[in-house]
């Protein structure tokens, strides 16, 4: 007796019928495109066929694949007209929880404009935001611990997650305001014989900026590092410390504290801040809701 059909992969095939390219449709659902080759091959086996071959444009149907199409429209379009019924969903009226993984870089940076949103749209809800420590939280977003999850560095995401890029940052290098030691523009050579602050959420002090300056290798001297984006503010702008931190970081600390911002002495990489959740709150309107509410505040912060 053949497994039960796991519905979801329905979605899939509904995709591929307009698409007929995997590419294609792993960005209409929002997953990998790994994710929808697995789907394709586990659907594959259940109707021993393999539905979608490739063409000289893209995919073309197999006769099974074209005798299955009305019918798996219809469901796919039954089971939309079923999720209508979340358009009942009323944020006024919520009295839960949202528990976000991830740092106090995105707390600095967009909270007090999304408790102010939620305060007249959503005024019973609660939102949390637990550290992400420098690892992906695959657990807690699979048991409901966490929501969602948002860091620069979630890779390679297992089977069943989404994910939507929500920021887009540089790096710059700042240091408190009259620094004995810096006078004007910070050069690529001076920038090594300063004492540098790190921001670490694994606690590690690997130099990842060493350069090749006059045949010699050089790297910073760190000499303190912190976990946390927030007291990095308090420590630079009262020592002779420099950091190198995301740009939007640093404009947050300048409004508050006396420091000085500089481009990085050198070309750095962007930094790309994902969103990430778990297929079991996909569909929750609770969710996806309070999901496009960081996502359109991070798009502001980033303008």
């Known amino acids: 007796m053949k497994k039960p059909l796991d519905l979801n992969l329905l979605f899939v095939v509904d995709s591929l019928y307009r698409t007929q390219n995997v590419s294609k449709t792993a960005q209409e659902l929002n997953v990998t495109q790994s994710a929808i080759s697995h789907g394709l091959k586990k659907i594959r086996e259940h109707f021993n066929d393999p539905l979608f071959v490739r063409a000289s444009k893209g995919m073309t149907l197999t006769d099974t694949a074209k005798r299955l199409r009305p019918k798996i429209e219809n469901l796919v379009q039954q089971a939309l007209a079923l999720s209508q019924e979340n358009e009942m969903f009323d944020p006024l009226k919520v009295a839960e929880r949202i528990t976000i993984a991830t740092s106090d870089y995105i707390e600095i940076l967009v909270m007090p404009a999304i408790l102010k ?12 935001i637990r550290p992400t420590r420098g690892e992906f939280p695959k657990a807690e977003l699979e048991d409901g611990t966490f929501d969602m999850a948002i860091a620069g560095f979630y890779k390679n995401l297992p089977e069943g997650f989404y994910e939507t890029k929500v920021l887009e940052d540089t790096f710059s290098t700042a240091h408190r305001k009259k620094h004995p030691k810096i006078q004007g ?3 690529e050579s001076q920038f090594y014989d300063l ?32 976990y946390s984006f927030t007291g990095m503010a308090f420590t630079l702008s009262q020592s002779d410390l420099v ?40 569909k929750d309107p609770l969710r996806a809701w309070f999901r496009n509410l960081i996502k359109t505040e991070l798009a502001k912060v980033s303008k």
């Open 243 to 282: 950091l190198t931190a995301p740009t939007l970081l640093l404009e947050k600390y300048k409004e508050f504290f006396p420091i000085q911002i500089q481009p990085t002495p050198f070309p750095m990489g962007n930094i790309n801040l994902r969103m990430v959740w778990h297929s079991r709150t996909h």
């Open 195 to 226: 004492d540098h602050a790190l921001i670490t959420l694994q606690g590690d002090f690997k130099d990842n900026l060493e350069k090749k300056f006059s045949n010699k290798k050089l790297s910073r001297n760190i000499v303190f590092g912190s």
């Open 117 to 128: 949103r939620i305060k007249t749209e959503a005024p019973h809800l609660q939102v949390s």
């Open 185 to 187: 523009e910070l050069k």
